[in-house]
């Protein structure tokens, strides 16, 4: 992906982000697990509970009030919500600037507001604000006092109340996914709920200044936006984890992420006509659950055993062509390997014993290689 906003802390212009989504369900408990989902993926990729939330909100809660306050037009409203979206950064006094005529900045840049008048404004603000320490329960009755009387401002409250519940059944506590009606999300196509994991830690910048990390991911219920391409209303709704922001988040949180990836079992290319034969391999160890690779470059046996020792892949796989005229295989256990190289001090002992090396009958190959890696 790219990013088109100014970087930060764990903030590229190019990153990699994972992405869950479910497709097909309008039930706001599809977002609720999409939500679960997100809460319990940040706790096993090491962020302990405490340390990040899930904070939701529904687009149609804020919709349904600046419609009851005369604010129709589909750009009045977007201007609003990008104000809103600003309450962490510019406080309270910054977006009432932004929901009304406009706002000077330091720099003397002038942003234009929403164009939203007095009573209006202060609607927008009691909304943002209704957040609770008491609970999901208690913010939602706040809510609904403000909200009172818009369709779809009781649709949007409806719709979180039954989120709520369904995260009370899942076991998802207040602490963990909580509602917070200042999200928005910035994206235009949102219809629904919106969520934004944030990590609660702080950090520091590259002077050494104390700052907020903020958000490491977000989504929400996206309902039209397949039908912009294929016409078919479809519902959908899903959640995004910016991989290097969350790796950037276990740095903030004390927890470096855990090691390199493993790569997989590589077969050595020995030969161009006994391709086939190194993709049945790769064949039945793909169709086993072991993830493996033909090595496809052009370089020699021993930069392709640099190749898979630098990929960490747990075995390399060498079959030439006395090995296929045998019916047997070499299996080079490259974990093992590892392990020994670092007590090794005579190189020639160690080419004369090959530790992990091991010539066994093709057939056995799927087993041998599960017996590396244990599997």
């Not at 706001?28 to 993926?41: C, Q, S, W, Y």
């Not at 090491?46 to 149609?60: D, E, M, Q, S």
């Not at 990390?213 to 078919?232: C, E, H, K, P, Q």
């Amino acid at each position: 992906m790219w990013r088109n906003e100014k970087p930060g802390p764990g903030r590229f212009r190019q990153f990699i982000q994972c992405d869950a989504d479910t497709v097909g369900s309008a039930r706001p408990e599809a977002d609720a697990e999409i939500i679960a989902m997100a809460v319990e993926g940040l706790e096993a990729a090491g962020l302990p509970r405490g340390t990040a939330v899930l904070k939701i909100n529904n687009r149609k809660l804020l919709n349904g009030l600046l419609t009851a306050a005369g604010a129709d037009s589909a750009g009045q409203k977007l201007a609003v919500l990008r104000a809103v979206d600003k309450l962490d950064r510019l406080g309270v006094d910054g977006v009432r600037l932004l929901l009304g005529e406009g706002r000077l900045d330091e720099s003397g840049d002038f942003t234009k507001g929403a164009g939203l008048k007095g009573k209006a404004v202060d609607q927008v603000l009691d909304f943002v604000q209704a957040g609770s320490t008491g609970g999901r329960a208690a913010t939602l009755d706040n809510i609904a006092r403000v909200v009172a009387g818009s369709a779809e401002g009781d649709e949007g409250l409806l719709e979180l109340s039954r989120i709520d519940a369904a995260l009370t059944s899942l076991g998802i506590a207040d602490d963990q996914a909580f509602i917070d009606p200042s999200i928005v999300r910035g994206l235009e196509y949102y219809t629904g709920a919106v969520f934004e994991a944030e990590l609660l830690l702080s950090t520091t910048d590259e002077k050494g200044n104390k700052v907020t990390f903020g958000s490491i991911g977000g989504g929400g219920r996206y309902d039209d936006l397949v039908a912009r391409f294929t016409g078919n209303v479809t519902p959908a709704t899903g959640f995004s984890f910016g991989v290097s922001r969350l790796a950037a988040a276990l740095r903030a949180a004390g927890r470096e992420p855990g090691g390199q990836a493993r790569g997989p079992v590589v077969v050595i290319a020995f030969d161009d006509a006994h391709m086939p034969e190194y993709f049945k391999v790769v064949g039945e160890l793909r169709a086993a659950g072991v993830p493996a690779e033909v090595y496809l470059g052009t370089s020699g046996m021993r930069p392709q055993m640099k190749y898979a020792d630098r990929r960490l892949s747990p075995a390399a796989i060498m079959l030439g062509g006395d090995e296929i005229a045998a019916g047997t295989v070499t299996i080079k256990d490259l974990d093992l390997g590892r392990e020994l190289a670092s007590g090794v001090a005579d190189n020639a002992a160690w080419k004369a014993e090959r530790p992990g090396q091991q010539t066994i009958p093709r057939g056995e190959l799927v087993s041998a290689v599960r017996k590396i890696i244990g599997g």
